[in-house]
């Protein structure tokens, strides 16, 4: 395929997921996921998402997407905290200073971010149909021509995954920008995923940034970059080149993480009892992916908010028994050790995916 950053056709394709479903709302139609790299401007995207069934699909599931709803409001976890300290250095609290958060979701973040700037002016933008929001938002995808007013401050958390061709999505951006202004930027980190072997290549994520590619693709002047589990990182309105030195072989990366899922995925025929933890969105993925290796053994799952399996019809238990296999249905690490420290049970396995099986 063609990259859509930088159009070269020297592409290659580096990890796949056969008929993975697009999540909770949407768990009947399922996608054949592919993901590239393209050696020219090391770009690495979803090429299956450059469909128009994709687009129909994918429009479907944004506008029913309420996993936030199973979180208390505001959602003071640990990275809305963080992304909080992260920005405040470069907020005034004055009545003429506005801030637009672009995938605001529900909005917590901007709910906190307002208890501390009183004085700011705040708005969000999010395509999902809540029912009831408490902070002024436009019920919309973005478009630079919905707004008739310019911009301090320009967030995006873990939206820029989402956006297709994400280049425009960002030259689009400077039409709302005043004078000065800044883009805060917050996504998963590739590197951080493939090392920690974290299964973040889902049917709603088509862009996978690491530093360089993110850096790269906004050209502007870099405030301030935290180069963790998450990329944090802050953009003045001013265009910079940006020019990277490192050298990094995604290729062999990709290897060893598709490896050691065949590996773990494998292990599985050797327990007679499964018990998934979570029954939300990665429960659904992985469930899917593992379901060949689960015929013939007993499966249940427990979760500490949902009485019925929706998604798959499993009974629910109260008890962990000898010898069971307990997967930890979370892409986040901090989640999974949460959900491992309220395990009590001995003699049993617990699956982090997609790093590891330990025995307890």
């Given at each position: 395929?063609?990259?859509?950053?930088?159009?070269?056709?020297?592409?290659?394709?580096?990890?796949?997921?056969?008929?993975?479903?697009?999540?909770?709302?949407?768990?009947?139609?399922?996608?054949?996921?592919?993901?590239?790299?393209?050696?020219?401007?090391?770009?690495?995207?979803?090429?299956?998402?450059?469909?128009?069934?994709?687009?129909?699909?994918?429009?479907?599931?944004?506008?029913?997407?309420?996993?936030?709803?199973?979180?208390?409001?505001?959602?003071?976890?640990?990275?809305?905290?963080?992304?909080?300290?992260?920005?405040?250095?470069?907020?005034?609290?004055?009545?003429?200073?506005?801030?637009?958060?672009?995938?605001?979701?529900?909005?917590?973040?901007?709910?906190?971010?307002?208890?501390?700037?009183?004085?700011?002016?705040?708005?969000?933008?999010?395509?999902?149909?809540?029912?009831?929001?408490?902070?002024?938002?436009?019920?919309?995808?973005?478009?630079?021509?919905?707004?008739?007013t310019k911009f301090d401050l320009?967030?995006?958390?873990?939206?820029?995954?989402?956006?297709?061709?994400?280049?425009?999505?960002?030259?689009?951006?400077?039409?709302?920008?005043?004078?000065?202004?800044?883009?805060?930027?917050?996504?998963?980190?590739?590197?951080?995923?493939?090392?920690?072997?974290?299964?973040?290549?889902?049917?709603?994520?088509?862009?996978?940034?690491?530093?360089?590619?993110?850096?790269?693709?906004?050209?502007?002047?870099?405030?301030?970059?935290?180069?963790?589990?998450?990329?944090?990182?802050?953009?003045?309105?001013?265009?910079?080149?940006?020019?990277?030195?490192?050298?990094?072989?995604?290729?062999?990366?990709?290897?060893?993480?598709?490896?050691?899922?065949?590996?773990?995925?494998?292990n599985i025929t050797s327990y007679?009892?499964?018990?998934?933890?979570?029954?939300?969105?990665?429960?659904?993925?992985?469930?899917?992916?593992?379901?060949?290796?689960?015929?013939?053994?007993?499966?249940?799952?427990?979760?500490?908010?949902?009485?019925?399996?929706?998604?798959?019809?499993?009974?629910?238990?109260?008890?962990?028994?000898?010898?069971?296999?307990?997967?930890?249905?979370?892409?986040?690490?901090?989640?999974?050790?949460?959900?491992?420290?309220?395990?009590?049970?001995?003699?049993?396995?617990?699956?982090?995916?997609?790093?590891?099986?330990?025995?307890?």
């Open positions: 395929m063609i990259c859509p950053n930088c159009n070269s056709t020297k592409t290659i394709t580096i990890y796949k997921n056969k008929k993975m479903p697009y999540g909770l709302n949407l768990k009947e139609k399922t996608i054949d996921i592919e993901v590239e790299y393209c050696q020219e401007c090391k770009f690495i995207f979803q090429s299956s998402a450059y469909t128009n069934n994709y687009n129909k699909n994918i429009l479907e599931l944004y506008k029913s997407y309420t996993i936030s709803n199973m979180y208390n409001f505001p959602n003071t976890s640990q990275t809305n905290i963080k992304a909080l300290k992260f920005i405040s250095p470069y907020i005034k609290d004055e009545i003429n200073f506005n801030i637009l958060e672009i995938g605001s979701n529900r909005g917590d973040f901007l709910y906190l971010l307002k208890q501390k700037f009183t004085k700011v002016n705040i708005l969000g933008c999010e395509p999902t149909e809540f029912k009831e929001l408490k902070v002024p938002t436009i019920n919309s995808f973005f478009n630079k021509n919905l707004f008739n320009i967030i995006l958390r873990h939206t820029l995954e989402h956006i297709k061709n994400p280049d425009i999505f960002i030259k689009d951006l400077e039409f709302i920008q005043k004078n000065n202004s800044h883009v805060f930027i917050e996504v998963p980190n590739l590197i951080y995923s493939l090392n920690n072997f974290i299964e973040d290549f889902t049917p709603d994520h088509v862009n996978y940034f690491y530093k360089d590619s993110l850096c790269k693709l906004f050209n502007k002047k870099i405030i301030k970059i935290d180069d963790e589990e998450y990329l944090y990182a802050l953009f003045s309105n001013e265009d910079k080149k940006y020019e990277s030195t490192s050298k990094i072989g995604f290729e062999e990366l990709f290897i060893n993480f598709n490896k050691n899922i065949e590996t773990l995925t494998n007679n009892r499964v018990i998934f933890y979570g029954i939300s969105n990665f429960y659904l993925w992985i469930y899917s992916r593992l379901q060949n290796n689960l015929k013939n053994k007993e499966c249940f799952f427990i979760d500490d908010y949902i009485k019925d399996d929706n998604l798959n019809n499993l009974p629910k238990t109260s008890q962990i028994k000898e010898g069971d296999l307990v997967i930890l249905c979370s892409s986040n690490k901090d989640i999974q050790n949460k959900m491992f420290n309220k395990i009590e049970e001995k003699n049993i396995s617990v699956f982090f995916p997609w790093k590891e099986i330990v025995n307890v």
